[in-house]
């Protein structure tokens, strides 16, 4: 999620066990411990030069739920040894700063992006995909309980305002799950409709809302779209059909960047030649025509072998494409069924 979410969830769930007199230091503390996990950026793009490798070490390791019970207790007795509020209530500061630390990877896991929770397994990240990466509606809570309890910290209001606000926030989490099983049975029935009742498939919210979602689908010459609005859409979803090229992917299919990414993005990808490159394309993140990673992973050989391209290279998505023009029409969409013309199968 983004940083202000991560700094407000993890300044809540601080606030909300630490004594009240420790109040504002709590959501001070928490909010630093709830940003630390992030900080993996910095060693990442420091010593990574391949853009996929810098794209699938970020939430890695410091996101780990075998990582940081461990950084959790560093940081506790570290702070218990100094004397301070951390010696003064020891029980609950440390429960403070575990949850406030492991929090971060799990709400990260609520997102397409995925999140080593189980690192140094090798299991693929972690992605419930059931929020986009920023959405008002989960943030708004925790901001406004961290604000009350910064402006009246020792009063029972103060308490209140934090577990009513970890509540909804909370809830609304659990709302998001509710409408991605309500997505999947729609796509469901659309690909049995069309002949692809197993083809792989993944769900993902539109940007800012819970309402407008989509869901992309792996067949054997390409992929899936479609989209699906819950206040405005009637019936199975449609899709349209998209070409990858699968036969160079299987030609490139040893190549490390190649396995790399695929494990990173359990497959969810689109194959494509540019002039003499082998473009990979990840199409959980975007959609058609504009998706945010795109990485050159091979090049041909004057006898027209794919090699691989070291290191990797990302090609950056236009920023005029991305306006606010896109987010009126998403808006739009939400409330506007989309007409049947204007989706086919194929």
């Known amino acids: ?188 029935e659309g690909l049995a409709a069309i002949g692809h009742a197993d083809a792989p498939r993944v769900s993902v919210p539109m940007p800012l809302n819970t309402l407008l979602w989509q869901v992309v689908a792996i067949t054997p010459d390409g992929y899936l779209e479609g989209e699906y609005s819950l206040p405005a859409d009637r019936g199975a979803m449609r899709f349209r059909h998209y070409p990858s090229d699968r036969e160079a992917l299987l030609a490139v299919q040893d190549f490390a960047a190649v396995r790399r990414i695929s494990w990173f993005n359990h497959g969810f990808q689109r194959a494509r030649q540019m002039e003499d490159k082998l473009v990979l394309t990840d199409l959980r993140m975007g959609s058609e025509p504009d998706y945010f990673f795109n990485f050159a992973v091979a090049y041909q050989d004057a006898n027209g072998q794919w090699q691989p391209l070291l290191p990797a290279e990302q090609i950056p998505l236009p920023r005029e494409r991305v306006n606010m023009q896109q987010l009126h029409r998403l808006w739009q969409r939400i409330w506007q069924a989309q007409p049947a013309e204007s989706f086919y199968a194929h």
Not at 45 to 72: E, K, Q, T, Y
Request: glycine share 6%; with cysteine; proline share 7%.
């Open 1 to 188: 999620m983004d940083s202000l979410t991560q700094i407000v969830l993890g300044g809540a769930v601080a606030a909300s066990i630490a004594p009240a007199k420790h109040r504002r230091a709590a959501l001070l503390a928490g909010a630093a411990l709830g940003t630390l996990p992030d900080l993996d950026v910095l060693p990442v793009n420091l010593l990574l030069a391949d853009p996929i490798d810098r794209m699938s070490w970020h939430r890695g390791p410091s996101h780990s739920l075998f990582v940081l019970p461990f950084v959790a207790w560093a940081i506790w007795a570290f702070c218990k040894r100094r004397s301070g509020r951390v010696a003064e209530a020891p029980v609950r500061w440390g429960w403070a700063i575990l949850l406030a630390l492991i929090t971060h990877p799990l709400l990260d896991a609520f997102t397409v992006y995925g999140t080593q929770l189980l690192w140094p397994l090798a299991a693929p990240p972690v992605m419930w995909s059931s929020v986009f990466i920023i959405d008002p509606l989960y943030t708004v809570w925790l901001l406004a309980a961290c604000i009350i309890a910064w402006c009246w910290p020792t009063g029972v209001r103060a308490q209140y305002a934090l577990v009513a606000g970890l509540a909804l926030s909370s809830a609304y989490l659990g709302w998001s799950l509710a409408a991605k099983q309500m997505i999947e049975q729609r796509a469901a």
